[in-house]
């Protein structure tokens, strides 16, 4: 598979990170090469096992040493599903205090098309700086998909539509 049709996926601590190889399987099908990167609050969430055998890739959730080679191909998109509240709040503020928010206002800053699914509480999905940054952060490109009911993430078929069409 060609190196551009790398997608990272990234999940943060919420219900739906549970399904993430549900995701895992449709992108593949539809011709992306699958990273995985967790919060590390998502971890126990997932069996990073068994997801890294599906994507050929290591799960990853924390960074690096410096001096260590990187583990995962670049990549030519991210989704983040499910995106929580204080992951979409932490990425408007440029805050990049984990693996997961670092790769996301890194890519962001670079161009990379983005596509966020936030899943957050209904109360929480009424904060008015939640409303603002998720409006900040269309406002910079990321494409924002939400669902029926805009606290629930919108469903995978949804998310994987918001993509382009991976490079062959």
Not at 138 to 156: C, E, F, Y
Request: a negative charge; hydrophobic letters at 50%.
């Amino acid at each position: 598979m060609s190196r551009s049709a790398v997608l990272y996926h990234l999940i943060c601590a919420g219900p739906p990170a549970a399904d993430a190889e549900t995701f895992i399987r449709l992108a593949q099908s539809a011709g992306w090469d699958v990273c995985l990167i967790a919060s590390p609050a998502a971890v126990p969430f997932v069996d990073a096992g068994r997801l890294a055998d599906l994507t050929g890739h290591p799960v990853r959730s924390g960074y690096k040493a410096p001096d260590d080679p990187d583990v995962l191909p670049a990549a030519a998109a991210m989704v983040v599903a499910p995106a929580t509240f204080n992951t979409v709040n932490k990425v408007a503020a440029g805050i990049a205090d984990t693996l997961v928010t670092s790769l996301i206002c890194e890519y962001l800053a670079l161009g990379v098309p983005l596509v966020m699914a936030p899943n957050v509480g209904s109360a929480l999905g009424r904060h008015p700086a939640y409303r603002d940054n998720l409006d900040r952060l269309r406002g910079w490109g990321a494409r924002i998909v939400v669902g029926p009911d805009p606290t629930a993430m919108a469903g995978w078929p949804a998310v994987l539509d918001a993509l382009p069409v991976p490079a062959a």
